[in-house]
Each structure stands twice: as structure tokens, then as C-alpha cells.
């Protein structure tokens, strides 16, 4: 039973690496291939959204991973490559968006984010520190806390 589960999440693993690229779509220069996958996994599917056009299997994805490697083959550089789909099909397309001025929102929320929370329990700790925690003892908690620590 061990042995067939193991099997079973072995096959389940090794399937993890297969992408979505054709094999009629591999370049016959590993080079080549080598930089157009690092491309593909750049750009993101705008079908499936969340996948790179390397992992997906729309058909926008493989126009698109077609479209990496005729460019390459045509003596692209890689910036070219991209700045050509990036003018095609907007900076969405970018799965780790540049950093440029209309941009800098996007890249600086985080930090914003991080700044503004800080601040907060700040503000939330000084107004705590002036306040007295908890009530003052009754005259019968007073005599029993004197007596246990006379004892």
C-alpha cells in the first residue's frame, strides 16, 4: 500500500516540471531556447492571468511563446523582445512590473503600507503608556496582599 501511494506522489511530482511549451515550439539552439524560456516566464498569460505564458496552455500563450522565439531567431535582444510584446500588449503583460514613474505606486504600497502600520502602534502605544492599567486594590485586598508578603 506504502509502495503504491509513494508511486502514486511520484508520478504526481514528476509532472511538476512539465510546462506548457510544445515540443514543435523548442528551438533547436540551446542557447536560443535557454533565453527564450527565461522571456516566457517573464510575460504573463493574459488568458489564465496568473500563469506565465511559459506554464500556460491557451492559445494566446503559445502565439505569444512563438511570437518570443521568431524574435529571438531574428537577433532580438532580450530587452527588445520584451519592449516589443510590452508595446503590443500594455505593461500588464509584465508578470514583475519595471520601475518607472508610473509604476512607483505599485512598487512603494508596501512600504506605505508598512510605514503606516508602524505609526499606528506607535501612536496606539503612547496613548496606552499615560493611562493606568487595571484598579486600585479594596482595603481587604490591601490587608491580604500585607499579609502575605509580611509571612
Known amino acids: 500500500m506504502i509502495r503504491r501511494l509513494l508511486l502514486v506522489c511520484f508520478m504526481m511530482l514528476s509532472a511538476a516540471p512539465a510546462l506548457a511549451v510544445n515540443p514543435d515550439e523548442v528551438l533547436a539552439d540551446p542557447v536560443l531556447e535557454e533565453r527564450a524560456r527565461g522571456l516566457s516566464a517573464q510575460l504573463r498569460c493574459m488568458v489564465c492571468q496568473n500563469q506565465s505564458i511559459d506554464d500556460s496552455n491557451a492559445e494566446l500563450a503559445k502565439d505569444l511563446r512563438i511570437l518570443v522565439r521568431e524574435r529571438l531567431t531574428s537577433g532580438d535582444s532580450d530587452e527588445a523582445v520584451i519592449n516589443y510584446v510590452v508595446s503590443r500588449y500594455g505593461e500588464f503583460v509584465l508578470l514583475n512590473p519595471r520601475f518607472e514613474q508610473k509604476t512607483l505606486l505599485l512598487w512603494g504600497?508596501?512600504?506605505?503600507?508598512?510605514?503606516?502600520g508602524a505609526a499606528a502602534m506607535l501612536v496606539a502605544a503612547r496613548r496606552r503608556s499615560g493611562k493606568a492599567t487595571g484598579t486600585a486594590l479594596s482595603a481587604e485586598e490591601r490587608a491580604k496582599l500585607d499579609a502575605l508578603l509580611k509571612s
Not at 504600497?109 to 503606516?116: E, F, G
Open 109 to 116: 504600497a508596501p512600504v506605505i503600507v508598512l510605514l503606516a
